[in-house]
Each structure stands twice: as structure tokens, then as C-alpha cells.
């Protein structure tokens, strides 16, 4: 009789110490959250000069073997003048990085695309990130420390890594050559069949190839990448799966 009251006497002490460190982890991860926030809308307003609003914020981890797995991050969705965007810093507020400018950098990849390939309507471009959480990590909306000031695309998007999908109709692409004018970035470039039907449907691009193989033929005539493979859509055939691009994901900017 005594053994077992006093196995209940450890069981439950037992039981309060783990309560009571899971409650001190999560009052930890409140406070780390609360002041990452905070350091979040600072970072943003040193940098850009407004003061943002934060619609939400959340302490970057995923799901490990054993528990909860955390990079010491936290991720916080801002707006500003109805343009959306996420900021990744450090709890601390050290190495912030954001997506509000992507718009911007975006145009910036068009026009020197542009300078080396006339007959480019639009460039889709993202870029690859380490973030933790499920929603956000991949391929996204380019995330810049630096500041984007009009003349400085390398510099910005230096130590990126990433892709971008140029667009043009009614051009073959068999034979054609094709260099990044960003390094570390790899490249698509897509030919639409007629402008009547980029206009119905933009921004088909080669993620659907497998998915959606009739919707690709419709829209696209021609595409290739960097690595100068050129694929002509008069008849279906495919290209080598390894060669497909990296499918579009949602980061929440306009």
C-alpha cells in the first residue's frame, strides 16, 4: 500500500513539473513573440519610414520527430497603403529580411530582361528561403535585407537563391539562348500561343505540365529555361521531370 501511494506521490509531482515547464515555455514563447513584433514594426519603419500594420505574427518552427522544432524567428504579415507583405527577423530584431519592396525588384528583373530579349511582356519572379513554417517555406515573394533603390537589383538580391519565369507570346524558343542576368537564379521563359489568350488566362507556366497538360497546350506554344532546352508545344511531348520549374506559392504580398 505504501508503494503504490507513494508511486501516486511521484506521478504527480511528476506530472505539476512538466505542467509547469510547458507553461514557462509558452509564457517565454509569448514574451519572444510580443517583442519580435514589436522589433518587427521597427525594423520596417528604419528602414522604409512608415509605420506598418501588423496584421499577424507567429514564431517560426515545424513539427520535429519529438516535439516542436523553433529557428529563433518569428514571421509577421504587415499591410501598408493596401500592399501586403511578411517580414522574417530574429526574436532579438537582428536580420530582418521582408517582401514589401518584391513588387518593385520584380519590375526592375523585367526591364533588364527586357534590354537582352525584346518581346517580354512579364516576369514572374521568387525566390528560396529557410522559414520554418509550412505556410511561407519554399519558393516566395523575395525576401531582401537591403534596401531596393532603384539601381541596385545585384546588390539586393545578392546571396539569393531562386527562379524567375519570363513570358512572351507568339515566339518559337527552339535554338534559343538564354543567361540569367541574376546569378543564382534560375530561369523560364514562356511563349504564349496568342495574346487573346494571355489575356484570358496569364501566367500559365510549366508547374502545370503534369497536373494540367491540356491547359498548358492550349495557352503555350514554345518554352525553355536557362539551361537551353527549348520545347515546342505543337504536339504534346514533355520534357524530363528534373526540368520542371518550381510551382508558385503564396506569401501574402499584393
Known sequence: MKRIFLL????AVGYVVLVH????????Q?????????YAVQYIEEKYGFTPLVKKSEIDSRSGVFNRQYNGKIIAEMCYNDRNFVVWINEDGTGGCDSYQHEEIQEALLAELKKTTPGIIAVELKS??????????GFTDCLVSKKFTGDNLSEV????????TAYMIGRYLSGQ???????QFYGTYISYRSQALWDEKPF????????????????????????????????PTF???????????????A
Not at 8 to 11: G, S, T
Not at 128 to 137: G, H, K, M, R
Not at 213 to 233: H, L
Open 177 to 183: 539562348k538564354f543567361e540569367s542576368p541574376i546569378k
Open 204 to 235: 500559365v507556366n510549366n508547374s502545370i505540365i503534369y497536373s494540367d497538360p491540356e491547359t498548358f497546350n492550349k495557352y503555350v506554344i514554345s518554352w525553355c529555361d536557362t539551361k537551353n532546352k527549348a520545347k515546342n508545344r505543337r504536339k
Open 8 to 11: 501516486i506521490i511521484i506521478v
Open 21 to 28: 515547464k510547458q507553461k514557462a515555455r509558452e509564457e517565454k
Open 157 to 164: 538580391l545578392d546571396g539569393l537563391y531562386g527562379n524567375y
Open 239 to 253: 520534357s524530363r521531370k528534373s526540368d520542371i520549374n518550381v510551382q508558385r506559392i503564396f506569401t501574402g504580398s
Open 30 to 38: 509569448q514574451h519572444s513573440l510580443e517583442n519580435g513584433t514589436v
Open 128 to 137: 528560396l528561403n529557410d522559414i520554418y513554417s509550412i505556410d511561407y517555406t
